[in-house]
């Protein structure tokens, strides 16, 4: 891969969909940035102790999946540039866009009371991205409409002042990019759904995770088969185990298609337990080191600023604000 952006949200707690949509994807590779998006957040009106303690979670997290040693990991509200490039790019963007983003509809349009940062959230993505002289952002399937304002916004800005920003593209994984609900298999697995059975938490005990693999709703019949209209539930599952073990869905069809519902929800479980057990351990451990996890998020928040801040004064001089000195 390129240089690499990607943010998540430390709203509610993550969940396996996040795993696999997003996170399994991310490398520790210079030029990678992983981004604690605690702006895009406050469209959700966080509790503010919990908005702290959540950013500190997620990040430990990153840490724990190896990531910020050569990437960097950092805090969105700790580069200022993201804030004032979002005021930027919200002068190229167009009303008429932002409303069509599906998820400003269900969340937003229509409701007097919703906020004008629930409006502006891709705008802020856009800055988040543009700032980093990107090629390729990895996110889940949800995230593909939001990715095609983005590109659309940088080409503008390029037609518009020459080429001043990269155009990046979204990287989405063919196999689960969207992970649905536990106990609703036709809707994507959702941080906000209230249902706790509906998703396996990166936070979940062993024995929790096996939990809710075996209550997940599956479907009519008793062969474990891949048909995600028939099927949709165990599908579903059949993908998560696939994706989780490197294996293929047609391996994971052949060992378990005539051994009925109860087993292959016992190996899937397994599977889940075998991949989410040690990430939680470990990110509990940094999480519990706070000085060493301080010291990852300030390096990375230096480097970040160091780029970020290059890009917006290209861009600041680019449409024709006076930057100081008077430097041309
Ligand atoms: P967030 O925190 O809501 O989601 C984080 C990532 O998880 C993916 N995801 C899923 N993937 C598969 N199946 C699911 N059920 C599922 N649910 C969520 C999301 O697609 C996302 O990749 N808007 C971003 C945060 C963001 C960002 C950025 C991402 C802000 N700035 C710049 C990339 C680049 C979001 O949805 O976060």
Not at 251 to 264: D, H, I, L, Q, T
Not at 292 to 310: D, F, K, P, Y
């Amino acid at each position: 891969m390129g240089r690499v952006f990607s943010g998540l949200q430390p709203t509610g707690e993550l969940h396996i969909g996040n795993y696999i949509g997003a996170l399994k994807q991310f490398t520790d590779q210079s030029g990678h940035y992983y981004c604690v998006v605690d702006l895009h957040s406050l469209t959700a009106e966080p509790d503010p102790a919990t908005l702290h303690d959540r950013t500190l979670d997620l990040a430990a997290l990153l840490v724990a999946l190896g990531l910020g040693r050569k990437s960097c990991v950092f805090i969105q509200s700790q580069v200022s540039a993201h804030a004032e490039m979002t005021w930027l790019l919200a002068c190229e963007a167009r009303t008429g866009e932002l409303n069509r983003m599906t998820q400003f509809k269900s969340k937003g349009r229509n409701r007097p009371q919703s906020s004008v940062g629930l409006f502006l959230y891709p705008v802020l993505m856009a800055a988040d991205i543009l700032l980093y002289d990107i090629e390729e952002v990895p996110v889940g399937d949800d995230q593909r409409q939001h990715l095609e304002l983005i590109r659309d916004v940088a080409m503008r800005l390029n037609s518009r002042y020459g080429d001043v920003v990269s155009v990046p593209k979204a990287v989405i994984p063919k196999l689960g990019g969207r992970v649905f609900s536990l106990t609703d298999p036709t809707q994507k697995m959702s941080k906000s759904d209230p249902d706790p059975m509906s998703k396996v938490l990166l936070t979940d005990s062993d024995q929790l995770i096996v939990k809710k693999i075996k209550a997940a709703v599956t479907d009519s019949g008793r062969e474990v088969s891949h048909d995600p209209k028939a099927k949709p539930g165990i599908s579903n599952l059949l993908e998560m185990a696939a994706v989780l073990s490197g294996e293929s869905v047609a391996s994971w069809v052949e060992r378990y298609r005539a051994s009925g519902y109860g087993a292959f929800k016992q190996a899937v479980a397994d599977q889940v337990v075998a991949v989410v057990g040690p990430l939680r351990d470990e990110a509990l451990r940094i999480r519990r080191d706070e000085a060493e996890l301080e010291r990852i998020l300030a390096s990375g928040r230096e480097r970040a600023t160091e780029q970020a801040e290059r890009r917006l004064v290209a861009v600041k001089r680019a449409i024709g604000l006076h930057l100081p000195g008077g430097h041309p």
